[in-house]
């Protein structure tokens, strides 16, 4: 018997099947992936499961009982956990608060203080998290504030933990721990559901995976027998001959980069931040910014489009310095920015497509000029052919769209302004495989036609792949900068690895 059957499970949206019959079962002492492209119907699946929408038709077992969780909370009860994407806790509030917010041990008409450190103490030592409780969440690393989400989640009755897109701001190391205690909570009988987009983690942590497509099931199989191969052809519907004879980007770097300086920083730098660094960037150039999570990255990024005031240091656009005091200046100086914490810093959930992706462009050209419904229609036509955005129409709401539809929208948004400059922070992230290549694709087309881009990736491989210049940050340092020849991936993982910053002169080609 399954710990959890989902049988036949039907969910429509207005003009959409999400889920069209699907069945789903997980044992006890299994993690068990869940994969399929953006808008596959993954998060649906979990939300009716935990009880954020009611199926049309179909119904859910857990241990051979049917239940029917109306709720987040009553599911949870039930012993089904879930830990999102984004973090829900309070940075301020110490990690205990955070562990028992809401459901605090009460005495005698007070909280239970006592009680409740015992029971963080337990909770955390239950996922080998040796830290003080009584500290405040903010001074932990993300990975460590997400194993406190999923100490949060898993009561002691949990007997199902889903993790939907739980690595995707983690660093191989977070990852590796991540996925120790998801072996560890296998072990005492949890079963597991895991979504990612990336392949090797999938394959490297789960026993089973369900592949979607369309809101339909297509398969469910053991880990070890499917290749990847096979995997993504099943995701994306495509025969395995038209998979490999797909070619991947292959490069061309080093050509068609103008010599205009389009921007340069000299000794620009912020305490605590990033240290004083130079930076040129050229007409057509996809200038790469490689290092590990908190190496300094974004913050560099956030200098020059003026989220963050540098205290040393000074910005040129093309040859002329400018100040950057706002990201409202720097759209006007051409510069555009796709912030990687997407979440918070771009969607508006309530907006349509439309409204969303002419957002950057109306705003440029000023408010007082709209755009006809006409030429807004035309280039959001244009945007939802281009990236593939899967919507029904262009007029429902972003917040309805799937996590990598509503991303794609936001990196519309931004081409849609037209910038001759654009900063892309983490831009495939939690975007399937077969819209990666296609928006990688498109960032070299716009790089042909001039646009110089600065590419921000925790993913190696697609910095190295797609820059024609690197620059390597460690420790909030830039440690070096690489091209040519020696632009590869084993020398851009010896520097992030390396204790002590190598002199630039040494690498440089
Ligand atoms: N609240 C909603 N209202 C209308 N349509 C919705 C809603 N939630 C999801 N959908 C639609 O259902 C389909 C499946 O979305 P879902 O979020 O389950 O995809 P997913 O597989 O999780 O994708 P991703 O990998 O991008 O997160 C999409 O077409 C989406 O637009
Ligand atoms: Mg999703």
Redesign the pocket.
Known sequence: MPLLAMKNITKT????M??DGVNFDLCSGEAHS?V????????????VLTGV?RQDEGEILLEDKRIQPLSPFESQRMGVSTVYQEINLVPELSVEENLFLGRQPMKLGRIDWKKIRRMAEKALSRLNLQIDPSMPLSSFSIATQQMIAIARSLDISARVLIL??PTSSLDHHEVERLFSIIRKLKSEGLGVIF?S?FLDQIFEVSDRLTI?RN?QLIETCEVSRISRLELVAKMTGKSIEDLKTAQPYSGKKGTNIGKREILKAERLGRKKDIAPFDLQLHEGEILGFAGLLGSGRTQAAELLFGLKQPDTGKIKREGVEVSIRSPQKAVQYGIGFLPEDRKTQGIFPDLSVRENIILAFQSKKGWWKPLSRKKQELITKNFIETLQI???DME??V?????????KVILARWLASQPEIIILDEPTR???VGAKAEIESLIHNLCSEGLSIILISGELEEVERNSHRIMVFRDKVIVSELEGENLNLPNIMKLIAEGEANPRETIQA
Do not use: M, R, W
């Not at 949206?13 to 959409?16: D, N």
């Not at 808008?39 to 939300?47: C, F, N, Q, R």
């Open positions: 949206f207005p003009g959409v999400a889920l869940l399929g492209e953006n808008g596959a119907g993954k998060s649906t699946l979990i939300k929408y939907d897109e979504i987009h979607l809101g899967k919507t029904a429902k709401p917040g309805q769209l799937s996590g990598g539809n509503q991303q939690g975007i399937d």
